[in-house]
């Protein structure tokens, strides 16, 4: 196993990584067949352009609380942890239509945490990697023991299926990681941005002021410049994460897995090819069954390849997240 060379100085500290991982999938799977029904295309194009074939969409039942306390009773399982150990509860989401409560407050509430922190976590497809980024600060400087990061997703919610453009691309579902404690870094830096030349190259373009003040007016889907967002995240995310390598210490010949967010498999595989990286490393590609699962994508492809055995405990993942903004962050991981 490969360790991480994280400077520390000479003044002890302590660190942390992850325990545990758990995902949830809606039990409806909805293949392209069905998504060319409302739109002007066919299954093979869809497959071509992105490399998707299903994706999953929730239930009235499956909400974004109740989606993410599945996946995290998995991840506590895994870290053989329980509710009550959590000391924050922090979850990601850009489809959450109820305010209030937070969704992380509703998660906890279901989990039966008691008086763990919780709030909710807005970077879209990167916020994930942010929450990791945030579990990472709260355990290293002692301000929490435990914390469950969470991203869910109900994309089905803010996706117009009507639009040729985005509704083939997204998904429902959630996962989760437990960040404790531990003897050696276990979460590299992160390395993080936003790159508001293209602010809104992903969008909501209506606010939900304008049903308030108009109920005929068009519920305000979320948008996407396609284009745009390709050529950007074709040349962004492989630098982004060679810098997240090169800030944990790790040469890109040591990662063991390849955890981006699942947006598109043509982004995923030139990103392989830009780094370089061996074809002996697993690469998560699960956008495929999923399709883009905006701020959970990261974690439950994290926990498809560990329930499979291609991450095994203690390999070095470097994970990526980024989306709407456009916000991006990566950081590499050692595996529980």
């Known amino acids: 196993m490969t360790s991480m060379n994280i400077a520390t100085g000479s003044t002890p500290r302590r660190f942390s990584r992850i325990l545990g991982v758990g995902s949830y999938r809606p039990g409806r799977v909805v293949d392209n067949e069905e998504i060319c029904r409302l739109i002007d295309s066919d299954p093979e ?23 993410g306390a599945r996946a995290a009773e998995k991840a506590l399982s895994a870290a053989g942890t329980h509710p009550a150990d959590l000391s924050c509860v922090v ?44 579990a990472n600060s709260l355990v290293t400087s002692g301000q929490a023991e435990h914390v469950l990061v969470v991203g869910s997703e109900r994309m089905s919610d803010i996706v117009d299926p009507r639009d040729r453009s985005t509704a083939f691309i ?62 950007w995240a074709i040349g962004a995310v492989a630098e982004v994460c060679a810098q997240a390598a090169e800030a944990a210490g790790v040469p890109l010949r040591d990662i063991a897995a390849f955890v981006p967010h699942q947006a598109n498999v043509r982004i995923i595989d030139a990103a392989v090819k830009t780094m370089g990286l061996s074809p002996s490393v697993a690469v998560a590609r699960t956008v495929r069954e999923d399709g883009n699962v ?34 991006y962050s990566a950081q590499v991981l050692l595996a529980p």
Do not use: K, N
């Open 45 to 67: 194009w869809i497959e071509a352009r992105s490399g998707i074939f299903t994706r999953h969409f929730a239930d009235a039942g499956e909400t974004i609380p109740a989606m």
């Open 91 to 134: 979850l990601a989401t850009m489809s959450y239509l109820h305010q209030a409560p937070p969704a992380a407050a509703a998660c906890a509430a279901e989990l039966g945490t008691h008086g763990a922190a919780a709030f909710d976590l807005g970077a879209a497809c990167a916020g994930f990697s942010h929450g990791l980024a945030v």
């Open 170 to 231: 997204f998904g429902d579902g959630a996962g989760a990681a437990v960040v404790g404690p531990a003897d050696e870094p276990g979460i590299g830096p992160t390395v993080w941005g936003t790159d508001t030349e293209g602010l809104h190259a992903i969008e909501q373009s209506r606010s939900f002021t304008e049903l308030r003040d108009d109920p005929l007016a068009r519920w305000p889907f979320l948008e996407m410049a396609g284009a745009t967002v390709f050529r």
């Open 294 to 327: 905006s701020g959970a994508s990261v974690p439950l492809a994290l926990d498809t390849l560990t329930a499979g055995g291609r991450i095994r405990p203690g390999d070095l993942v470097l994970t990526a997240g980024f989306g709407s903004g456009l916000g």
